[in-house]
């Protein structure tokens, strides 16, 4: 079992919409949960932090967790174009971020 | 603030050829360093990660070397590399070890031809 999964995708979802992606994760001691963002051919960039249970929103952003299902999410309302990336789930384990191999969002205007 | 840097951005090795990634940060004292690497259509993979100067964590065993010898240096090194150790590298910092909150380099990528 991957210690983070993630659906590949692609996810389409038309301009305007909300984009709902998600993340389960294996180690239950696992304490804190990030969403980075990575457009083609750059290095991912850290977008949502969330360390306990529920929602932390962040402008059009919404990070949901629930440790006792071992699930992360992150919703993107309004969703643009510019949107349009590989969003990563990561979380931490031991001295080091596990990440999953992310889920590709397309937003079409 | 604090930037990193990575160089160079991108580089073409032949078979057998050696390799010396570079990666400093500025404007910060004893950050957690780490090197990551990406295959195409693949997700990050944890190739070392340093706590501090001389403190070297290998995740992966294979033909690559990491080396930190300065407080925010951090070294990526192969003696001879394979047509596998293609993909886009990157360097990241953070300021706690168990926080996830990286800040990746721009990256190099890689092609072994």
């Known amino acids: 079992q991957k210690e983070v999964e993630q659906n590949s995708g692609p996810l389409s979802v038309p301009e305007g919409a909300i984009a709902s992606l998600n993340c389960t994760y294996s180690d239950r001691v696992s304490q804190s949960f990030f969403w980075y963002r990575q457009y083609s051919g750059k290095s991912p960039e850290l977008i949502m932090s969330i360390y306990s249970n529920g929602d932390k929103e962040d402008g059009r952003f919404t990070a949901q967790l629930n440790k006792a299902s071992q699930y992360v999410s992150l919703l993107i309302r309004d969703s643009q174009p510019s949107d349009s990336a590989t969003y990563l789930c990561a979380v931490t384990g031991f001295q080091k971020l596990v990440f999953g191999t992310g889920t590709r969002l397309l937003v079409s205007p | 603030s604090q930037t990193i840097h990575q160089w160079p951005a991108t580089l073409v090795q032949p078979v057998g050829s050696p390799l010396s990634l570079e990666c400093t940060v500025e404007g910060t004292s004893n950050p957690n360093l780490y090197w990551y690497r990406q295959a195409a259509g693949r997700g990050l993979q944890l190739l070392f990660y340093s706590i501090g100067i001389g403190q070297i964590s290998s995740e992966v065993p294979q033909n690559l070397s990491a080396s930190r010898p300065q407080d925010r240096q951090f070294i990526l090194s192969s003696k001879k590399l394979l047509l596998s150790d293609s993909g886009f590298y990157l360097c990241?910092?953070?300021?706690?070890?168990?926080?996830?909150?990286?800040?990746f380099g721009s990256g190099t990528r890689l092609t072994v031809v």
């Open positions: 990241a910092w953070s300021v706690f070890v168990r926080q996830g909150d990286y800040t």
